[in-house]
């Protein structure tokens, strides 16, 4: 069974730090673009970081830039994102997602995968004192 598994969520206070990790099982990674999404209670999903396959290129939407990292082992299959500097307003849960290519607009309000064929089933992260 091809599948993607998130961990690493949990609590934090804000200006705290996590590493969620994305975890592929049934396929190999290392040919897919890989993006975290996020959505918050009551607002759509948004795609924060994306990877490409090689790990050569990453893109980052600016509500993050700088204080995410996104980086990937393809020898573990497994990608990560590196949050510093957490704010209450990256509460969500975060998604990780195989695709083909990685996307963004001119003004990175968004970081994402095209074709998304994998998703995984997400972790929380809360952000609070």
């Known amino acids: 069974q091809r599948q993607l598994v998130e961990s690493g969520g949990g609590l934090v206070q804000p200006g705290g730090s996590l590493r969620l990790s994305c975890a592929a099982s049934?396929?190999?990674?290392?040919?897919?673009?890989i993006a975290w999404f996020r959505q918050a209670p009551g607002k759509e999903r948004v795609g924060v970081s994306c990877i490409n396959s090689s790990g050569g290129r990453t893109n980052y939407a600016q509500s993050v830039k700088g204080r995410f990292t996104i980086s990937r082992d393809n020898a573990k299959n497994t990608v990560y994102l590196q949050m510093t500097s957490l704010e209450p307003e990256d509460t969500a849960v975060y998604y990780c997602?195989?695709?083909?290519?990685?996307?963004?607009?001119?003004?990175?309000?968004?970081?994402?995968?095209?074709?998304?064929?994998?998703w995984g089933q997400g972790t929380q992260v809360t952000v609070s004192s």
């Open positions: 049934g396929f190999t990674l290392d040919s897919n673009a």
């Open positions: 997602a195989a695709g083909n290519n990685c996307v963004t607009d001119v003004l990175n309000t968004y970081a994402a995968v095209t074709r998304a064929r994998y």
